[in-house]
């Protein structure tokens, strides 16, 4: 489901803001007040899973809402280089001051989907599910967690106010596990889970007995994740972290663990590559 929509106009606004400052000194002194044009979005590259098509096009109705679509692809749809995503009709000004703005969202939004979906396809038939991390662009999260669930990941926390994470710093900062998780139950409302950080087989084992819901194991090695997957038994959902990539998913996905989160996914992405192309005048 896509972020609410005054979120999205919020992001939106900002980049306008952000690229075009007061004036667009080569659109606004070359272009007449009454030009109007029709332009595509042409995919220029093979094997994509399309995001973001409704929240880039909203960027030319926010400039002028007299723009009229033909959408051709919808999100989730695969996309193959040539596709026609959809085309655009209205003032020329607005298509070529919110050229840039919509593609750079619609790239990145894409290539996160895209990414995300290549990951689903590696870990099927196993139990591990695909979850993004809080290493989100500041101010993109939503839009880049709702591209996630598109390639078909899920979302971890939102944000720090979604579920209580001991993350290494916490324990070294505050002492033991056990200590730390007896803490924070005194003080969570029910419906808050606790999810551990560790780092070894004996962290592994001090989790499960101090009741966390979600254990995480970080940058453990696949045999040392099949031992922590016998002895938590189903007790605490397990979740693998760290130097997940496209080699090395399907190893980590069949020692049985329940999800697999990749901060890659938003991070450090390739953007989808798709063009904006407007019909040349006679």
Request: aromatic content about 4%; some cysteine.
């Amino acid at each position: 489901m896509q972020p609410l929509q005054m979120e999205i106009d919020s992001i939106i606004i900002n980049a306008i803001k952000e690229d075009i400052n007061y004036i667009d000194v080569t659109t606004d002194y070359l272009i007449s007040d009454d030009s109007v044009s029709t332009a595509k979005y042409v995919a220029k590259d093979s094997g994509g899973i399309l995001c973001g098509i409704d929240i880039a096009l909203r960027v030319f109705t926010l400039l002028d809402d007299k723009t009229e679509f033909d959408i051709k692809l919808n999100d989730g749809d695969k996309v193959e280089k040539g596709d026609i995503i959809a085309t655009i009709t209205g003032k020329t000004k607005v298509l070529l001051k919110g050229e840039r703005t919509a593609l750079n969202l619609l790239q990145h939004l894409s290539g996160i989907a895209t990414m995300t979906n290549r990951l689903v396809k590696l870990a099927e038939g196993t139990n591990a599910s695909i979850a993004d991390t809080r290493k989100t662009l500041p101010g993109l999260r939503s839009l880049q967690k709702y591209a996630v669930t598109v390639g078909g990941g899920k979302n971890h926390r939102y944000n720090l106010s979604d579920c209580a994470m001991l993350k290494d710093t916490h324990l070294d900062a505050y002492g033991s596990i056990t200590n730390a998780v007896e803490t924070l139950r005194k003080k969570l409302g029910h419906t808050v889970m606790i999810e551990v950080e560790t780092r070894n087989i004996n962290e592994v084992r001090e989790a499960l007995s101090a009741g966390a819901d979600i254990i995480m194991l970080d940058n453990m090695d696949c045999e040392t994740m099949r031992e922590a997957v016998k002895i938590a038994s189903g007790k605490a959902k397990l979740e693998a972290s760290g130097n997940v990539t496209e080699e090395t998913i399907v190893s980590i996905a069949k020692t049985g663990v329940d999800i697999i989160s990749v901060g890659a996914i938003t991070h450090s992405v390739k953007a989808f590559d798709i063009s904006m192309r407007i019909d040349k005048r006679n």
